[in-house]
Each structure stands twice: as C-alpha cells, then as structure tokens.
C-alpha cells in the first residue's frame, strides 16, 4: 500500500498534532487521579515519587529524579512536603556523603496498602480495558525512549 502525503494544509490542524493530543491526555488523566489520591493526601507527582519509592525503599535523589522524570529543583520541594508529611526522611546517603537519600518510613510504607486502591479506580474512572491501556502504555514508552534521542 502506497502512502499519500497529507497536503500541507492538514499538516497543521490542531486535532492531527500528536502533542495537542498528548497534552489534553496527559491533563484529563492526571485530572481523574486527582480525587483518587486526595483521601492518601498525595498529589500526583507525589504519588510518582512514592511509587518509586514503594519499589526500592532507599534512593538517592539523583535517582529518584531520573526515575520520576522531574529535575532535582523541582523535586527537592516535593520530597520536603512529604517529609513533613511523615512519609519519608532525607538524610546523608551513607555509602557517599555528597548524596541524599531519600527512604520511606513506617507510615510511608503503610500508605502502600492504601494505594493499591489508585489503579483500579483510575481504570474504572478512564472506562478503557486492560489490554487497551497496556497497549497505550507501551506506545507511549516508545514515544518516551524516541525523545529521549
């Protein structure tokens, strides 16, 4: 099958452009995880953070910020409003002095049975089926590694 060329007119319609798109998703789903997280007192970046840390327990925040895509100066602020919280403490990483580590405490690794309610919410809330998101999820991730060059 042989592809047309767009004629260069639609090439600029808002509703063909990947990023309008990708920009409205990631808002409106960002939107319904809010209610969800509300009664675990997390934002969504805060529950990314927390994520990560529920699979690792101890970080340094060079890691977490690679892991969570958000830069140091953006994080450092998230991780004190949690520490605050009780959910986490950032001390001197042990194996390197110049390193913070970031590790849960008891009440942040409690929270994790709570947040194992998040998901299925989110995909009743979204009305897409598992395979469907599963799907969406692994294009996205490629689109991720394209733009990471």
Not at 8 to 19: A, F, G, M, N, S
Not at 20 to 48: D, K, W
Request: proline fraction near 7%; include cysteine.
């Amino acid at each position: 099958m042989v592809s047309v060329p767009a004629p260069p007119d639609d090439l600029l319609k808002l509703d063909e452009q990947v990023c309008f798109a990708l920009s409205v998703a990631a808002r409106n789903v960002i939107a319904l995880y809010r209610p969800v997280l509300e009664p675990l007192g997390l934002t969504h970046p805060q529950y990314l953070v927390m994520l990560a840390l529920w699979e690792r327990d101890q970080l340094t925040v060079k890691e977490l910020s690679r892991l969570v895509s958000l830069d140091p100066a953006t994080l450092s602020p998230l991780l004190k409003r949690l520490e605050r919280a009780g959910l986490l403490s950032r001390d001197r990483d042990p194996a390197d002095e110049r390193a913070l580590a970031v590790t849960l405490t008891r009440a942040g690794r409690s929270l994790r049975e709570r947040a194992l309610q998040v998901p299925p919410q989110v995909i009743e809330r979204l009305g897409m089926d598992l395979a469907e998101l599963k799907s969406l999820h692994a294009t996205l991730t490629r689109v991720i590694a394209a733009t990471h060059g």
